[in-house]
């Protein structure tokens, strides 16, 4: 009976201990949150600004008035970048077109030159030389 008596005791006083101890976290957390919200509200001042400001931001440069040069660099340096790439994907894909129209012929060859040496096998009576020594030299 002493040690149930003793353990209700020690649990007891356990849960009176936290209770307390998460108490006074509670307190100091509070005091930490108000300093992070104030610390928030300090960086939205720093990153947002007011609406007026931004207005005036947008429009400080209206369409009639010309670029800066570095803006105009910027854009022209974005135009080549774009047309470079754009040219070396047509000039990729023309070269593939290329070797693919290449080995197309060079395969129809073959069958031609396969076809015609079976005709000229096939045709041939054994009297007369093979075409290719037949020729008439000028």
């Given amino acids: 009976m002493t040690w149930r008596q003793a353990l209700l005791l020690s649990c007891f006083s356990a849960v009176v201990l936290l ?46 008035s010309p670029k800066p040069r570095d803006e ?25 077109f290329e070797n693919f129209v290449e080995e197309q012929n060079d395969e129809q060859e073959e069958r031609s030159r396969e076809a015609v040496e079976q005709w000229r096998q096939w045709h041939y009576d054994g009297l007369h030389p093979s075409y290719l020594y037949n020729r008439h030299h000028i």
């Avoid at 939205?44 to 947008?58: P, T, V």
């Avoid at 970048?81 to 070269?95: I, P, V």
Wanted: glycine share 4%; hydrophobic share 25%.
């Fill in 19 to 64: 209770s307390t101890l998460r108490e006074g976290t509670g307190a100091s957390v509070g005091t930490t949150q108000a300093a992070e919200e104030e610390a928030s509200e300090d960086a939205k001042q720093k990153i947002f600004m007011q609406e007026s400001d931004a207005s005036n931001f947008l429009k400080r440069r209206s369409k009639r």
């Fill in 72 to 96: 105009v660099n910027a854009e022209n340096r974005q135009k080549l970048r774009a047309d470079e790439l754009r040219r070396e994907y047509y000039e990729e894909q023309r070269n593939e």
